[in-house]
């Protein structure tokens, strides 16, 4: 029986290897208030928020094996609340957008600049918004 119970989880762990496991990245970025318009999908807003990596940089760089990722503004503000997320490869600055979340096609081999533009009803309380990463 042990050796079963051996043989399921190691199938389970290999099965979980092939498929792809995810990573994730969570951050409470507090808001920019600033109005202007921004290029492509983006159109005018009232604020942004981005994402840094452990540098400090905007420019965030998958865990090896990566394809895809997606990119969503997770905060929970009164139903006016509007946000456009957007990602932009550092060698293809055409952003990728779409309404609170995006889902693009990914490589460890390159760079990403993690926006979410708000389009209405920022925060007045000075709550952060609540950006999450995954990559698979």
Known sequence: MKHKIRSIITLLAVTGLMVGVAWADNQMIPITLQSGTGTGCVGSFVGYAKMTNSSGSVWITPPANTTTGTFADESSFDSNYVSIATVVCLTNPAPICGSNNVTF????????????????????????????ITWQ
């Open 105 to 132: 096609k990914a490589s460890s081999k390159a760079k990403y600049e993690l926006v979410v533009y708000v389009k209405s009803s920022p925060p007045t309380n000075g709550e952060p918004l609540n950006l999450q």
